[in-house]
């Protein structure tokens, strides 16, 4: 019921900006969303979340540098990124989930997921 499409990902200097975006195709107003990312050889970590009423949270490694928001007229869900490191290089990937009790951290929380988009932080 639910499709989403990451972009606005590319290749950036580490301390610059990018502002991701997933575009949902489906109606999100009750979902919880969120941001994971998965550099290569690694597993698939969470980095921040949104739910329904704009309660907002971030992982220690992004917290004060990357901002998670919401268009609900647009239905389009941002990931604001800002004073990028080398060490942000991953793809990302949006999510979004409907479980009554939810860990906005885990995989698992979230039913529906887009294909990614390349983050690429050059030093």
């Known amino acids: 019921q639910v499709q989403l499409v990451e972009s606005g990902g590319g290749s950036v200097q580490a301390g610059g900006s990018l502002r991701l975006s997933c575009a949902a195709s489906?109606?999100?107003?009750?979902?919880?969303m969120g941001w994971f990312r998965q550099a290569p050889g690694k597993e698939r970590d969470w980095v921040a979340f949104?739910?329904?009423?704009?309660?907002?949270g971030y992982a220690d490694s992004v917290k004060g540098r990357f901002t998670i928001s919401k268009d609900n007229a647009e239905n389009i869900l941002y990931l604001q990124m800002n004073s990028l490191k080398p060490e942000d290089t991953a793809m990302y990937y949006c999510?979004?989930?409907?479980?009554?009790?939810?860990?906005?951290?885990?995989?698992?929380?979230?039913?529906?997921w887009g294909q990614g988009t390349q983050v690429i932080v050059s030093s």
């Open positions: 999510a979004a989930g409907d479980r009554r009790f939810a860990i906005w951290s885990t995989t698992e929380s979230f039913r529906y």
């Open positions: 489906g109606d999100t107003q009750s979902y919880y």
């Open positions: 949104i739910n329904n009423i704009g309660t907002t």
